[in-house]
């Protein structure tokens, strides 16, 4: 009976969760179809790409001659666990199609990104890629970015001068932790979320973020996705300019 009991209430509490997790696995299907036999792959990192990292591999399980270029090194060991080869970014002179996921995006297609902290490998990867394919569930769309505070990778020496720097901006920001210790990116760097309330101009921030020195990259994307895939239940909707 307690066993029972305590089962039925694991799958209560799962269900939302998988909800959501159906939402994403349906988004990365339905983009993994612009993937091309030989292309080169870029590879997001969270919990959203996850479901595209898993649909590759079954790609390359039947064949297909994909090489996959990550974003991250927790999105390394994954893709290579699954057998699915890697690139290095400077091994290439572009990606063909990138399946990465976003914290926000508006109807402009720009986004938030880098709740991972992967924002900076991702926007790299993003630049090199012909074909940039942003999946979410339908949490992730906004009238304004800014609800998500904006990620900010920091190169360490330079943490106070930026975050003054951001402050003059409007932007409070934060250093991000995890487990009581500072987070520390792949890239040996730092994060500070910084909130800049709703961005009415999220180009022009874009611009003047990328103006202050110590900021290696910050999670703004303009103008890099070139579409949007939102799993809504077991439908994907395509979002494009
Ligand atoms: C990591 C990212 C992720 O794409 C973003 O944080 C969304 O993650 P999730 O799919 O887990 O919601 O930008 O740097």
Redesign the pocket.
Known sequence: NRITHHLSFTILDKEPLNTKDLE?QVAAREAVKYIRDNDIVGL???????YTIIEVAELVKNGLKIKGVP??EHTASLATSLGIELLDMNAVEYIDVTI????EFDENLNLI???????FR?KIVASLTKKEIII?DAA?KVDQLGKFKV?VEIVPLALNYVVRAMAKLGGQGAVRMKDGKQFITDNHNLIVDADFGLIGDPAALSEKLNQIEGILAH?LFVNLAAMVIVGQGTEAVTYTK
Do not use: I, L, N, V
Request: proline residues 4%.
């Open positions: 994403k997001g990192t969270g919990s959203t790409a996850y974003t991250s990465d996921g976003a914290d990104k880098g709740g991972g902290g992967a924002h991702e979410a992730k990620p999670g």
